[in-house]
């Protein structure tokens, strides 16, 4: 079993900035492959950003958060982080942080790659 639970959301104008946190507990070990995805209302759930740690590090954006959103994740801790930088109107949704089983993140933007989630945490971000 493991245990997600994000934090760091708001509200914010656009061009401004958050940092979400997803603290993780229970049985981490092995998860190296972990995601962020959002989901605003009356759409699917779509993927962000992923990384995976084992060894070596890779890290994966979608192109709508290119170079505006980072990544990262404090294995020590057992967090994951996701930086928005220049927030835009259109990145307000319920942000979920995701952890696979896998031991790769050869298929980060697909849903099924998941076995945890977090309950979420909503990002507003006004024009």
């Known amino acids: 079993q493991v245990q997600l639970v994000e934090s760091g959301g708001g509200s914010v104008q656009a061009g401004g900035s958050l940092r979400l946190s997803c603290a993780a507990s229970?049985?981490?070990?092995?998860?190296?492959?972990m995601g962020w995805f959002r989901q605003a209302p009356g759409k699917e759930r779509a993927a962000v950003a992923a990384?995976?740690?084992?060894?070596?590090?890779?890290?994966y954006y979608a192109d709508s958060v290119k170079g505006r959103f980072t990544v990262s994740r404090d294995n020590a801790r057992n967090t994951l982080y996701l930086q928005m930088n220049s927030l835009k109107p259109e990145d307000t949704a319920m942000y979920y942080c995701?952890?696979?089983?896998?031991?790769?993140?050869?298929?980060?933007?697909?849903?099924?790659?998941?076995?945890?989630w977090g309950q979420g945490t909503q990002v507003t971000v006004s024009s």
């Open positions: 995701a952890s696979s089983p896998r031991s790769f993140c050869g298929s980060w933007s697909e849903t099924e790659m998941y076995n945890y």
């Open positions: 229970g049985d981490t070990s092995l998860r190296r492959c």
């Open positions: 990384i995976y740690t084992g060894g070596t590090t890779s890290i």
